[in-house]
């Protein structure tokens, strides 16, 4: 079996919007270094729209779990699996994307997984979580360009800076 692939002007111009485009046997749940992944069962052809990334939607709550990720200053989304398992990579093969950045109804716009670049069979799914500084934590995704810290390429010499001045004290 295969993805079945979107492109995003299918999704912009679906009327009924877009439930899912993962189905269950285009991606599968493995162990990898670190726990858990995504793994693609197929090929993938760079710009596909892989999935749509599920999940609940927390409020008001500071810190949450260790797969949560932040929407905006007050609410994170708690993705269901598959994607739930997502792992980081400094070369990631994988982005989000909303297409669609308001949603209707006041709902959240639905979000999507989108290949970076053509996916081989086997191959671990992963993103860049772009962590800030603060929440930095040491990085073993063995990539070429490995920042050496799961961060923000934009707040890599913050976390430098951060990380020198502890060891001056």
């Not at 989000?96 to 109804?105: A, I, K, L, M, P």
Request: hydrophobic residues 35%; charged residues 25%.
């Amino acid at each position: 079996m295969s993805f079945e692939f979107l492109t995003e002007s299918e999704i912009l111009m679906s009327n009924n919007g877009i439930t899912s485009v993962y189905r269950d046997d285009s991606v599968r749940i493995g162990e990898t270094v670190v726990g858990k992944g995504v793994f693609a069962e197929s090929s993938c052809p760079a710009n596909a729209v892989i999935g749509e990334i599920t999940g609940d939607i927390v409020t008001n709550c500071p810190d949450g779990s260790s797969y949560s990720f932040e929407i905006d200053d007050r609410t994170q989304l708690e993705p269901h699996a598959p994607f739930r398992y997502l792992n980081h990579s400094c070369e990631p093969n994988c982005e989000f994307d909303w297409f669609d950045e308001h949603g209707t109804n006041g709902n959240v716009a639905p979000l999507y997984l989108i290949a970076l670049r053509d996916i081989w069979p086997g191959e671990e799914l992963t993103i860049d979580y772009n962590w800030p500084a603060i929440a930095a934590i040491p990085c073993h995704c063995s990539a070429a360009s490995c920042r050496g810290w799961i961060v923000s390429l934009d707040e890599l010499d913050s976390l430098d800076r951060t990380r020198e001045d502890h060891r001056s004290k």
